[in-house]
């Protein structure tokens, strides 16, 4: 097919689409422009906003079409930063009114009713700023704001195809970088690659849209129609301008993002199942999405859906582990922005009762599960609560009560019962809608987390994820290291995996938790330690050093073991001190020559910060649980996992 298109060709049927969507198509030689130095359709602009804000007097429209073609000093992104501020949410504007000085918002565009607004695609838009003529493909108005910008390549010629259209694009942000001040969407395509992505998405971040309905079959070689009706019909594109592109990265460094097709249904589909589960059995379902496919973004997306599908809800996110709590904390803090509220982390159960108690409406509020309490009265009643909790398959989510024997110090037999999170949670917030997010399946045996958050909302599984591009494919290779065990130690093993396979309930870490303790005795000889660090060192010399930048993960056993992998390196390598790092949490109880390694929390921010740095010299982490979810290093080439792989998917 493509042997038939020609660049000119190919943009006349992609002009074709957008007028079956909807679009007014304007060839912009026929616009008879006199100013060439605009990137606005100024007479469409001031005729949309009078026309969608009808109660506000002249001088209001005029203060905000002032605002946007005049922006303080900063740097291209924090200029669009500004802008997208007011395409999603409108321009504050001070104006007079019998004698008084009144605020209002402009309205940029009226998302509720899409034949309010002027959906322009635009051709051959000649664009002049600082000496630079440049004439993008094809550009989308809305409302004469140039909000997309598609270069296009011709699909018969093999040396023209989307690398040089994303390089494209990048040299017109450096010549007529005040068009991109208003860009929402970049599209790059060829026929056979079609790709969206932002003003700061590397080439690797411009990402296909597969499907037009959200179903994921077919998707593995999606027409180009299928990307272009899939993102740009009328009501579809004015849902993704609001609802699924923010910032997010640090003040230095800030990203836009945007959604991908599989973010984008499966949200919208969590969000009405919200909706259903508030008024039912307060079970929102589980959202399993493989590790890597950008699942904090899609709580974030979530979050900032539900304040107005639900009139304001409050929303607690919850975790099992401190770390996770501390990691999507900070996913969330960047965008607060988008969110519109500032998010919370409770310090202690006495504030998250604090948070809780008392409150009618917004707030996100972080929490471990654990700062719930047994016995004590719902800390509210209120239905528009839901509770994200992450990692919702790890079984800690039961509901049973149980009665759990254990030995004491003297060999004595104890008895105490167990009441599961769940329950207790449920009993906290007695009418909340409950919603589990999964990186990894939930097993077929796993009663409890259907239990507690219902069916599956929707899946992308790592199969999808790959063929896709939004992560990478894992290989295994099995690393046998030779460690003369007797046949009393490799019985032990045996035993203990055994146990491993089970569910992992309370019961049955109390049960297994002597022969865990023997088996880190055996993991953690010296012998084994010698042996291991040894392969590690030859394997990662040899093969994995200059592969990519070079960036390893070492996966202990425990904290113990971590501490002497980390030793038993620097003892076979000292050369590698600035090579290697440990991040994992700290005890009270840990010894202190632990303390200078492990070091406080703004010293696993900064080798953070190493690891991500390409060319940073930190090249090897030795973690036990931290960083093995919700931590993107997209150079990271290689895993050595010292530690049981339990229901690997």
Request: proline residues 4%; contains cysteine; negative net charge.
């Amino acid at each position: 097919m493509s042997a038939y298109f020609t660049e000119p060709t190919y943009e006349a049927a992609v002009i074709e689409l957008f007028t079956q969507m909807g679009y007014t198509h304007v060839y912009a030689p026929d616009l008879n422009r006199t100013d060439y130095t605009s990137p606005l359709l100024d007479s469409v602009l001031l005729d949309s906003l009078v026309r969608l804000n009808r109660d506000l007097p002249p001088e209001a429209i005029h203060e905000a079409i002032s605002k946007l073609k005049n922006f303080d000093g900063g740097s291209l992104v924090e200029k669009n930063r500004t802008f997208t501020g007011y395409l999603q949410n409108g321009v504050e504007v001070k104006y007079f009114a019998k004698g008084e000085e009144r605020s209002a918002l402009v309205r940029l565009v009226d998302y509720q009713c899409p034949e309010n607004n002027a959906f322009y695609v635009v051709n051959q838009y000649t664009y002049v700023e600082n000496g630079s003529t440049r004439r993008p493909d094809v550009i989308l108005f809305l409302n004469g704001l140039p909000l997309v910008v598609m270069e296009l390549k011709s699909p018969s010629q093999e040396e023209a195809g989307v690398e040089n259209a994303y390089n494209q694009l990048r040299n017109y942000m450096q010549d007529i970088p005040s068009l991109f001040i208003y860009n929402a969407i970049c599209v790059i395509s060829d026929l056979s690659a079609n790709r969206a992505g932002t003003i700061t998405s590397g080439l690797d971040r411009f990402m296909e849209w597969k499907t037009r309905d959200g179903r994921y079959e077919n998707t593995a070689y999606a027409q180009f129609d299928t990307f272009y009706e899939g993102m740009f019909q009328r009501e579809r594109l004015l849902d993704i301008l609001k609802n699924f592109i923010l910032f997010s990265g640090d003040a230095q460094r800030p990203v836009k993002i945007l959604a991908g097709y599989h973010q984008y249904f499966a949200v919208r589909k969590a969000v009405e199942k919200a909706v259903t589960a508030t008024t039912t059995d307060g079970r929102g379902g589980v959202f399993w999405h493989t590790q890597g496919s950008g699942k904090s973004l899609s709580m974030v997306f979530y979050a900032h859906l539900l304040q107005e599908a639900l009139d304001s809800p409050t929303i607690v996110v919850m975790t099992d582990r401190i770390d996770l709590d501390d990691q999507l904390y900070t996913q969330f803090a960047r965008c607060a922005e988008f969110l519109r509220q500032t998010p919370v982390q409770a310090e202690s159960k006495e504030h998250l009762k604090s948070l809780l108690e008392g409150r009618e409406a917004n707030g996100i509020i972080f929490t471990t599960m654990f700062k719930f309490e047994r016995g004590e009265a719902a800390l509210s009643t209120r239905r528009n609560i839901v509770v994200m909790a992450d990692e919702a398959h790890r079984g800690q989510y039961g509901f049973d009560e149980k009665v759990v024997y254990s030995e004491n110090d003297q060999g004595e037999q104890e008895a105490r019962v167990v009441v599961g999170n769940a329950r207790i949670i449920r009993e906290a917030l007695p009418n909340a809608t409950f919603i589990g997010f999964t990186g990894t399946p939930v097993s077929a045996k796993d009663r409890n987390t259907r239990e507690v958050f219902g069916d599956y909302i929707d899946v992308y599984d790592m199969t999808q994820a790959v063929e896709d591009g939004a992560t990478r494919p894992v290989y295994y290779e099995s690393r046998v290291i030779h460690l003369k065990l007797d046949q009393n130690t490799l019985n032990l093993i045996d035993a203990t995996y055994d146990v491993l396979e089970q569910q992992s309930n309370t019961a049955t870490i109390e049960k297994s938790q002597k022969m865990l303790g023997q088996m880190e005795s055996v993991l953690g000889a010296d012998p084994t330690i010698q042996s291991l660090c040894e392969d590690i060192v030859a394997h990662y010399e040899n093969y994995r050093a200059n592969l990519l930048t070079g960036k390893a993960m070492i996966v202990a056993y425990s904290r113990p073991i971590a501490m002497k992998i980390y030793r038993k390196l620097l003892e076979l390598r000292p050369g590698w001190i600035e090579k290697i790092g440990v991040v994992m949490t700290s005890g009270n109880n840990d010894p202190e020559e632990w303390k200078t390694v492990i070091g406080t929390k703004s010293h696993k921010e900064e080798l953070a910060r190493k690891f991500k740095d390409n060319d940073d010299p930190m090249k090897i982490a030795i973690v036990v649980d931290m960083w093995l979810t919700g931590f993107d290093v997209p150079s990271l080439a290689t895993m050595y996992i010292y530690k049981p792989m339990i229901n690997s998917y």
